[in-house]
Nanobody, 126 residues
């Protein structure tokens, strides 16, 4: 599975961005997908994850209510809609994918994911 993330950029605080991650490979539509981010000098952290059916989602507390993860199985693409952006959201954002153990699973541990995209920079100015 190959993951191609895009949609990052520079935005003012309070603005919005939508990240996209296209997955190649026939089985990709059955994978758990997630977004992680890594700010300068900090460890990579989970932002949001979605089950392969798209019926279960989880979010980091810091983004809950502002970010929305979704997926289009026909396009093998997962999205991260980011609203009300804050300077502390500045980071490189990575998409990740892995085979689930069950249909409702989603994971927030970095080590749970087999496949990673290349990252896309999000910068929020104050």
């Amino acid at each position: 599975v190959q993951l191609q993330a895009c949609g990052g950029g520079l935005v003012q605080a309070g603005g919005s961005l939508r990240l996209s991650c296209a997955a190649s490979g026939r089985a990709a539509s059955t994978y758990v997908m997630a977004w992680f981010r890594q700010a300068a000098g900090l460890k990579r952290e989970a932002v949001a994850a979605i089950s392969w059916r798209g019926d279960h989602r989880t979010y980091a507390i810091s983004v809950k209510g502002r970010f929305t993860i979704s997926r289009d199985k026909a396009k093998n693409t997962v999205y991260l809609q980011m609203n009300s952006l804050k300077p502390e959201d500045t980071a490189v954002y990575y998409c990740a994918a892995t085979r689930p153990y069950s249909v409702h699973d989603y994971y927030t541990q970095e080590g749970s994911y087999e496949y990673w995209g290349q990252g896309t920079q999000v910068t929020v100015s104050s």
